[in-house]
Structure formats: C-alpha cells, structure tokens
C-alpha cells in the first residue's frame, strides 16, 4: 500500500523560504520510472501542477515557478522536499504530494497525500 | 502549454442520473489523460488512468473515453458519495496541466 505525507510550517510569512518534506511508504523512488510529483490548490481553486522529481534525479518545474522551486530527494530516508523561495500571499494554498507509477507506461498520479494548507502571511 | 477545457464547469444532477463531463486539450495528448475525484477537505482520487483503463478499485459506473484533443467521464448511475469536484490532468508534456474542474452537485 502506497501512503504519501507532507509536513512542514502551516505559517509563513511573505518574503520567507518554504520547504516542505513528502515522506512516503510502499515503494522506493530509487525504482525505474518511479516519481513524486507536487500539485498545489489555492483555496477554491483548482489544481496546479508544480513539477515532479524522478527516480534519476531529473526534475522538471512548473516554468512560471521555476525560478523559485527546488526539488530534491533522500532516497535512504523515503523523503522528497520541495523548498519555494519569495512566499507570497498568492502562495497560500494547500500543498500535496503524490505517486507517479512510472513515467514509460503511466505518469500519471494514482496516489496523493492528504496535503498540507501552507498560508503567507505577516 | 497545453491548455485543458472541462466542461461543465458545473452541473446539478440527481441519483440514478448518467453524467458526462467532457475535457479537451489544445493540443493532442496521445491517452495521456487521467480523470480525477476531489471531495471537499480531501486529496483529488485517480478514477481513470490513460484515458479510459479504470482504477482499482473504482466502481465500474465510473469509465472514460477519447484520445487525442478530446476527452470524457462518464458516471453511469450517479450515487450520492460521487457528488464532487471532477478535474482531467494531461501528462504527455510538460507542464502537466489540469482542467478548471467540474463541481457536480445533487439537484
């Protein structure tokens, strides 16, 4: 069974750095074609994709943010972490995680944490 | 970018009602496509993967349909638990992007 977590600071103020940590269980992203993927929803609003990080290490950012995000893995501890740098209140929304199969035959997310509600603000 | 049009943007139906919700991308996706279920307060759910394979574990009345540009969910039989916000994600290039959503709601 695949379970996905984020956890990090519910506050942040504007200007700040956020990072965020997706410990996961139930497979290894050190397995080919796996990924982890980070969608944001601001409240009321839909779903925004904002990049992925795949077992290679290759990662690829939302462009409108990609200046301001980072992506990295510890394979060893199960953990992804997204670190967004300049919060803004146009940033407050919640955070998920999730599970991309396998990028050859089903990228795709078939499963998602529960998400964390991240709010900027001073 | 690849822009993703649901429609509609909502819809009021009742139990027992088949829906459709369409989704059409501005360019071909191949079968890149999932259909995805969100409930309030609740991560969005995987209902169908490539465009028309079902999830484990999905009720059948749930399928999926189209290839290319355009796409659509059809629920077959509405229960009261499908009532929620229906969203597409095309993942043939990035970014991946999603539709606007679909709100269905119990008339």
């Known amino acids: 069974q695949i379970t996905l977590k984020e956890s990090g600071p519910t506050l942040v103020k504007p200007t700040q750095t956020l990072t965020l940590t997706c410990t996961f269980s139930?497979?290894?992203?050190?397995?080919?074609?796996?990924?982890v993927g980070w969608i944001r929803q601001p409240p009321g609003k839909a779903l925004e994709w904002l990049g992925l990080?795949?077992?290679?290490?290759?990662?690829r950012y939302n462009a409108s943010l990609r200046t301001r995000l980072t992506f990295t893995k510890d394979t060893s501890k199960n953990q992804v972490a997204l670190t967004m740098t300049d919060m803004d209140p146009v940033d407050t929304a919640t955070y998920f995680c999730?599970?991309?199969?396998?990028?050859?035959?089903?990228?795709?997310?078939?499963?998602w944490g529960q998400g964390t509600l991240v709010t900027i603000s001073s | 970018d690849i822009q993703m049009t649901q429609s509609p943007s909502s819809l009021s139906a009742s139990v027992g009602d088949r829906v459709t919700i369409t989704c059409r991308a501005s360019q071909g996706v191949r079968n890149d496509l999932g259909w995805y279920q969100q409930k309030p307060g609740k991560a969005p759910k995987r209902l169908i993967y490539?465009?028309?394979s079902l999830q484990s574990g999905v009720p059948s009345r749930f399928s999926g349909s189209g290839s290319g540009t355009e796409f659509t969910l059809t629920i077959s039989s509405l229960q009261p638990e499908d009532f929620a916000t229906y969203y597409c994600l095309q993942h043939n290039d990035y970014p991946y992007t999603f539709g606007q959503g679909t709100k269905l709601e119990i008339k």
């Open positions: 999730a599970h991309l199969p396998d990028h050859y035959s089903d990228g795709g997310f078939d499963s």
């Open positions: 139930g497979f290894s992203l050190s397995t080919w074609g796996v990924g």
């Open positions: 990080i795949y077992w290679n290490d290759d990662k």
């Open positions: 490539a465009a028309s």
